[in-house]
Structures are given as C-alpha cells and as structure tokens.
Nanobody
C-alpha cells in the first residue's frame, strides 16, 4: 500500500518550534513535488510550503522567514521546521506528494495525501 505518514504535531506556545515529518511508504519509484498544506475549520486547505525533487522551495507569505522545508530523497521523506510559531499557524497539517508508485499490478503517477497532524499554537 502506498501512503504518506506524518508525525510531529502537537501543542506549543507562541514563539515556540515544532518539526513535522512526512514519510512515503510503499513501492515508490519516484517523487516529484512534495508539500505541506494547512486546514482550519471553515476554510479551504491552503499551501504552506512546497519543495521540488531538485530542492526548489515555495512558501506562503505568512510563513516566510519562519518555516523551513526540506526533503531526504534517499529516505522518501520531507520535513517542515516551524519556528517563531504564532496562534494563526494553528491547524491540521497535511503532507502531499506526487508519486510514481506501484498500486497492485499497475505503475502510475498520482497525488497522495497524508492523514494530517494537528498543530496548536497557544497565545
């Protein structure tokens, strides 16, 4: 089974730090762009940060200078280092990846999502 597994969420005070991890599991041949998305109740899921297979990064304006995204291609893993956290960073964070993987007898490129991890920043 091909899946993305997140870890590292939790409760932290404003100004604190958290590190999220995302691991891709299964018969994976390649991973293109990976990203972190955030969702809060009543709002659409929004992009927080993304990183290409070559290491190019993109950040939401609200997190620039505070968050760092990285990946380890050898481990099929991605990380989000979140510093100087604010209450507005609160939400469920989802890992996303475009992966070429074996599903049953077929090999296909699809968009995958993790199960989400809660990040809560208290004021």
């Amino acid at each position: 089974q091909v899946q993305l597994v997140e870890s590292g969420g939790g409760l932290v005070q404003a100004g604190g730090s958290l590190r999220l991890s995302c691991a891709a599991r299964g018969k994976i041949f390649s991973i293109n762009t990976m990203g972190w998305y955030r969702q809060v109740p009543g709002r659409q899921r929004e992009l927080v940060a993304a990183i290409t297979s070559g290491g190019n990064t993109n950040f939401a304006d609200s997190v620039k200078g505070r968050f760092t995204i990285s990946r380890d291609n050898a481990k099929n893993a991605m990380y989000l280092q979140m510093d100087s956290l604010k209450p507005d960073d609160t939400g469920v964070y989802y890992c996303n990846a475009q992966m070429r993987a074996q599903v049953g007898v077929a090999v296909r490129t699809s968009d995958y999502w993790g199960q989400g991890t809660q990040v809560t920043v208290s004021s």
